[in-house]
């Protein structure tokens, strides 16, 4: 079974930047796509991730609405991925769940395999 366990959320002001990160029990990530979603306080959780960093080639896709400010990486001999977020804003709060799929890319929501329980992050001044 794999598991998922974000860290790294917390408090900051806008314009204010955290860096999360989602530590895997996955064998390689060269297997897995991993993506970051966020569910804000009295929504769904979002269907679309925020950033995705493909299995094998490790490349990467953003939704609009983060692009130029997040940055998703990962280190896979520590089977690790991270998020930087910049720039943060207050419509950036949300619970970030990290998900992962043994598939080329991140599918969306609907076709990731496994979950983290997820880290809050509260933009606000």
């Known amino acids: 079974q794999v598991q998922l366990v974000e860290s790294g959320g917390g408090s900051v002001q806008p314009g204010g930047s955290l860096r999360l990160s989602c530590t895997t029990s996955?064998?390689?990530?060269?297997?897995?796509?991993i993506g970051w979603f966020r569910q804000a306080p009295g929504k769904e959780r979002e269907g679309v991730a925020v950033a995705c960093i493909a299995s094998s080639s490790g490349n990467t896709n953003y939704a609009d609405s983060v692009k130029g400010r997040f940055t998703i990486s990962r280190d896979n001999a520590k089977n690790t991925v991270y998020l930087q977020m910049n720039s943060l804003k207050p419509e950036d709060t949300a619970v970030y769940y990290c998900?992962?799929?043994?598939?080329?890319?991140?599918?969306?929501?609907?076709?990731?395999?496994?979950w983290g329980k997820g880290t809050l992050v509260t933009v606000s001044s």
């Open positions: 998900a992962a799929e043994m598939y080329y890319y991140c599918s969306g929501a609907a076709g990731m395999e496994y």
């Open positions: 996955v064998g390689s990530l060269d297997y897995y796509a």
